[in-house]
C-alpha cells in the first residue's frame, strides 16, 4: 500500500500557513490592545492634579499687650511639585521674646521648605534641633507653640508641640488631630489612670502650663507616623488656642462655610463677638481642599 506523502505534505504547509497567520493576527490584536490601554492611562489626569486647595486666614489681637502669633503659609503656586506647608506659632504669653520666638519658629519652617513629605521622623528631628538652639539662646524666658501641617496630593503629615490646634472637619464633624502638651492634658491623663473625677482639673491655676515648647530642650515633637487621607470637602484649620478658648471644638463646625476664606471671616467673627474680657490673641489658617472638575 503506498502513502500519499505529497497530500500529507500539502495539507501540513497549509495548517503551518494557517497558524502563522492566527499568530500574527493574534499579535497584532494583542498589540493593539495594549496600544489603547496605554493611551487611556496616559490620558487620564493623576489624582493629585485633580485636587485644588484654597487658603485663608486671620490674625486677631486679643486682649494681651502684643500680638506674640506668627504664622506661615508655602506659596500655593508651588503646591503641584513642593506640596503645601502651612504653621501657626503662639508665643508664650507671660514670658519675655514670646514674639521674638513665634517670628523664628516661622521663619525656620519657611527655611525647612520644601519639606520632604516622606521622611516625617527626620523633619521632627530639625524641629527639635531648632528648639535646643532656642534653648540655649533665650535660656527658658521665652517659648512657643507650633502646629504645623504639610499636605501633598490626597495625603497630610502634621507636626504639634504645645497646645495650638490641628483641627480637621470632615461631614460636619470637627475633630481635633493632635494632643494637648500643656498640664491640664497631664492632670486628665493621671485621674484617668486612678479612676477619679477630671471635673477639678479644670479650674487648676497651672492648667494651662505647656509641659513642652518650642524653646524648650528636646521637647517631644508630636508628629504623623503615617499621611492621613483627605477627601473632597475636607477643611483643615490651624490655629492658636485663642480661637478654641472662645468657640468650643464641637460648636465649630457651625462657623464651617464653603470656601476657606468665609470660613476664617466666620470663625474670627465668631470669637469677636463673644466679647471675652481675657480673649487670648486668636490666629488661624484655614485649608479647604476640594476636587478640580473634570
Not at 485636587?51 to 502684643?66: P, S, Y
Not at 521663619?107 to 520644601?114: A, G, R, W
Not at 519639606?115 to 533665650?138: C, G, H, T, W
Amino acid at each position: 500500500m503506498e502513502i500519499p506523502f505529497g497530500d500529507l505534505s500539502a495539507e501540513f504547509h497549509s495548517v503551518v500557513f494557517a497558524s502563522i497567520v492566527l499568530f500574527f493576527v493574534s499579535v497584532g490584536f494583542f498589540v493593539y490592545l495594549a496600544y489603547i490601554y496605554i493611551k487611556r492611562k496616559n490620558s487620564r489626569v493623576p489624582e493629585e492634579a485633580m485636587i485644588t486647595l484654597e487658603c485663608a486666614f486671620f490674625i486677631e489681637q486679643g486682649k494681651r499687650q502684643a500680638q506674640q502669633d506668627s504664622y506661615y503659609v508655602s506659596p500655593l503656586e508651588d503646591y503641584r511639585k513642593y506640596g503645601v506647608v502651612a504653621c501657626v506659632a503662639d508665643g508664650m504669653g507671660g514670658l519675655k521674646h514670646g514674639k521674638e520666638i513665634s517670628e523664628k519658629v516661622v521663619k525656620f519652617v519657611d527655611d525647612m521648605c520644601p519639606m520632604s513629605f516622606f521622611a516625617p521622623e527626620q523633619n521632627a528631628d530639625e524641629l527639635k534641633r531648632f528648639s535646643n538652639v532656642i534653648y540655649d539662646e533665650y535660656k527658658l524666658e521665652g517659648g512657643s507653640t507650633l502646629a504645623l501641617i504639610q499636605i501633598s496630593g490626597y495625603f497630610m503629615n502634621y507636626y504639634s508641640v504645645g497646645d495650638s490646634n490641628i483641627i480637621l472637619i470632615r461631614d460636619g464633624v470637627a475633630t481635633m488631630l493632635n494632643p494637648k502638651q500643656n498640664y491640664l492634658a497631664h492632670l486628665i491623663k493621671d485621674c484617668t489612670i486612678k479612676n477619679m473625677q477630671t471635673n477639678a482639673v479644670y479650674t487648676h491655676p497651672d492648667s494651662r502650663a505647656l509641659v513642652d515648647f518650642m524653646g524648650n530642650y528636646n521637647p517631644r515633637v508630636i508628629y504623623t507616623k503615617k499621611p492621613l487621607r483627605l477627601y473632597d470637602g475636607d477643611k483643615i484649620i490651624i490655629s492658636s488656642d485663642g480661637l478654641t478658648d472662645a468657640v468650643s471644638l464641637r460648636s465649630i463646625p457651625h462657623y464651617i462655610k464653603d470656601s476657606a476664606t468665609a470660613t476664617a471671616r466666620s470663625l474670627k467673627n465668631a470669637v469677636a463677638i463673644k466679647k471675652r474680657l481675657k480673649q487670648d490673641n486668636y490666629t488661624g489658617i484655614v485649608i479647604s481642599i476640594k476636587r478640580s472638575p473634570l
